[in-house]
């Protein structure tokens, strides 16, 4: 499988960028990684909030900027159909609290 130019054999390179384009990181992620293991280290590279400004829980999830579409958690890239050089975008989530 051909990822284009300058393809790393070790998987595939990608640009993290916060939903405002403020924040970026560029990372070879292994073929084999599934989503859900992503997300935590790049949310502690991106130093992206885990608790919303009033105390609720935050999660996060990815968004394929060339594919225009959400990544599932139990994907890896190449199953998501991510290419070398495609950009990732970190969408926050604030998880729905006690009543």
């Not at 060339?66 to 998880?95: C, F, K, M, W």
Request: no cysteine.
């Amino acid at each position: 499988m051909s990822y284009g130019g300058n393809a790393d054999p070790t998987g595939i390179q990608v640009t993290f960028l916060d939903q405002t384009g403020a924040k970026s990181v560029k990372a070879v992620i292994a073929f084999s990684v599934p989503v859900s293991r992503i997300l935590p280290n790049i949310i502690t590279k991106m130093n992206l909030p885990t608790t919303s400004p009033d105390g609720q829980p935050m999660s996060y999830s990815l968004d394929h900027k060339e594919g225009g579409r959400r990544l599932i958690e139990s994907h890896t890239l190449v199953e998501a159909g991510v290419q070398n050089g495609d950009h990732l975008i970190v969408y926050p989530e604030v998880v729905a609290g006690r009543s």
